[in-house]
């Protein structure tokens, strides 16, 4: 019998797998959301900056392949690009697409749950990311949008460079700001636009 070999790394799946993800595609374009740019969800984006306090924040929703921001706030007056690894000196910056193992959104989407990171480093799981060297992030609060048919749509997440001290408060914060804009999502469906 050929010796067994302990892997330390085997249960760290950097991203999850996703099942509900074709159900959530077909959600996503009754809605009319997932691959362009809203407006309201731009202003959602920095009002939970500036509620938080984080330089970036999205709202952002996941299909089988990526992630797209359909929300986004960023410390330069909210213009998006794309996500390039970082040169010389300047790191990259989050964009309105990303690919579906970046980040920490896939891991609320799956697990239904919001997550707070104060440091990612703390937790070699989410540590080893490529956000982490790519753009620099540091620490993350992310909370699912579960709508009314009990589809998770994606998530609303705030990042920053630094680790920061989310806390009990800013887990309660970015749970209420999700539901927050499940409503608002709600209105539109309902308003047809």
């Not at 302990?6 to 999850?16: A, G, I, V």
């Not at 891991?107 to 480093?121: F, G, N, S």
Request: include cysteine.
């Amino acid at each position: 019998m050929p010796p067994t070999f302990y892997d330390p790394t085997s249960h760290l799946l950097l991203t999850p797998d996703d099942e509900e993800a074709p159900r959530r595609v077909v959600r996503l374009r009754e809605l009319g959301v997932g691959d362009a740019p809203v407006p309201e969800f731009d202003a959602f984006a920095r009002k939970l900056a500036d509620v938080t306090g984080a330089p970036y924040a999205m709202v952002n929703f996941i299909d089988e392949h990526r992630q797209y921001f359909a929300g986004l706030y960023t410390p330069a007056d909210g213009q998006a690009v794309e996500l390039e690894p970082a040169s010389g000196t300047a790191p990259a910056r989050p964009g309105r697409v990303m690919a579906r193992d970046h980040g920490y959104c896939p891991h609320v989407v799956v697990r239904r749950k919001a997550l707070v990171l104060e440091d990612v480093c703390d937790y070699p799981r989410f540590a080893g990311n490529p956000v982490v060297d790519e753009i620099g992030i540091r620490s993350y609060l992310g909370a699912p949008l579960i709508d009314r048919t009990d589809m998770t749509l994606g998530t609303v997440c705030v990042v920053a460079q630094e680790p920061r001290p989310w806390g009990r408060q800013g887990l309660e914060t970015i749970k209420s700001m999700a539901a927050e804009l499940v409503e608002l999502i709600h209105q539109r469906e309902a308003g047809g636009s």
